[in-house]
């Protein structure tokens, strides 16, 4: 059984580029949360899909969006990027009635 | 700030050793969680503790958590290289779902 699996791994953009992250839930799995932890901090909360909606949303622009498909996976899309969107950005889930959540081993995006 | 605190900020021990971390917040929580990550990349999770739990055990590693003093601890026994990590508490608050609130974590050295 797969974990939760992100594409790409590495990513580098130039600023003001957009950049779409993807990632694959664990098996059964119904809810996605991505989750943005720069670098000697810890991840910070953006927002979570579940039933293809955003069910809450952390303190991050508009710029920063989503998407769940039927299958469950999501995509992360960021607009307009800055140098300061340079981190690693981790796709996590779970079941809605459950707060335990798997990661998967995160894209690194570096924003030059 | 609705994140953990953890203390030590980094912890170098001998391998055969215990190691403590802890974890101190300011809001009632739902539940506190561990996670692990390795080398910047995926966080694995350890542990989970309810709010109504006062102590929880999974293998060398075990949980505690005060809530009239808003804090948890976790103790690894018998420490091992592979040990070598960063620690995280991750924060659920009720009615927050399965968002979690990281704080900055605890980078824990073992010596061979």
């Known amino acids: 059984d797969a974990g939760v699996t992100q594409s790409p791994t590495h990513l580098i953009k130039t600023r003001g580029q957009q950049v779409t992250l993807r990632c694959s839930p664990k098996?059964?799995?119904?809810?996605v949360s991505w989750y943005q932890q720069a670098l000697g901090q810890g991840p910070q909360f953006i927002f979570q899909?579940?039933?293809?909606?955003?069910?809450q949303r952390g303190n991050f622009p508009d710029r920063f969006s989503g998407h769940q498909f039927p299958n469950y996976s999501s995509e992360l899309n960021v607009n307009a990027l800055l140098l300061g969107d340079s981190a690693l950005y981790l796709c996590a889930s779970g079941w809605a009635v459950n707060t335990e959540a798997f990661f998967g081993q995160g894209t690194r995006l570096t924003v030059v | 700030s609705q994140q953990g605190e953890e203390d030590p900020q980094a912890l170098s021990i001998q391998e055969g050793e215990n190691a403590t971390m802890n974890c101190s917040y300011k809001t009632s929580i739902n539940n506190l969680q561990w996670y692990r990550q390795n080398s910047g990349r995926g966080l694995v999770h350890l542990i989970l503790i309810r709010s109504n739990e006062r102590e929880k055990h999974s293998g060398r590693l075990r949980v505690t958590l005060d809530t009239s003093k808003k804090s948890s601890s976790l103790l690894i026994t018998a420490s091992r290289a592979a040990d070598t990590a960063s620690y995280f508490c991750?924060?659920?608050?009720?009615?927050?779902?399965?968002?979690?609130?990281f704080g900055k974590g605890i980078t824990l050295s073992v010596r061979p």
């Open positions: 991750a924060l659920a608050y009720t009615g927050a779902n399965s968002k979690l609130t």
């Open positions: 098996s059964g799995h119904d809810t």
């Open positions: 899909y579940y039933e293809e909606e955003e069910r």
